[in-house]
């Protein structure tokens, strides 16, 4: 079992620079390809960014390439999601996963485990 949290969300203006994190225990996440989510309210989730278990490999919604990079720190078990120029379409609950599975295939959402998300809220 994985268990993931989330942090780093919060109320911020457009424009702003946020940085997720995903804190990974009962496992090391240096096993899993990490993915991130988004949820924007009255929305169905959208995939974000994945990467695979050493982070050298990336992959991105088109949405998002050039402002968001999911990176990891696999001694600190924990994910991030560095979010540039922030928009208020951002405004959304972001929630990490991790997979055993291909990170090319993330965007389906098929992750063996979630975490329960943080409130990201961008002012315009």
């Known amino acids: 079992q994985v268990q993931l949290v989330e942090s780093g969300g919060g109320l911020v203006q457009a424009g702003d620079s946020l940085r997720l994190s995903c804190a990974a225990s009962?496992?090391?996440?240096?096993?899993?390809?990490m993915a991130w989510f988004r949820q924007a309210p009255g929305e169905e989730r959208e995939f974000v960014a994945a990467d695979n278990w050493s982070g050298a490999q990336t992959y991105y919604a088109d949405s998002v390439k050039g402002r968001f990079t999911i990176s990891r720190d696999n001694a600190k078990n924990t994910a991030y999601l560095q979010i540039n120029g922030l928009k208020p379409e951002d405004t959304a609950v972001y929630s990490c996963?991790?997979?055993?599975?291909?990170?090319?295939?993330?965007?389906?959402?098929?992750?063996?485990?979630w975490g329960k998300g943080t409130l990201v809220t961008v002012s315009s």
């Open positions: 009962g496992r090391t996440i240096s096993s899993y390809a």
């Open positions: 996963a991790a997979t055993l599975g291909n990170p090319m295939y993330a965007y389906l959402g098929d992750m063996d485990y």
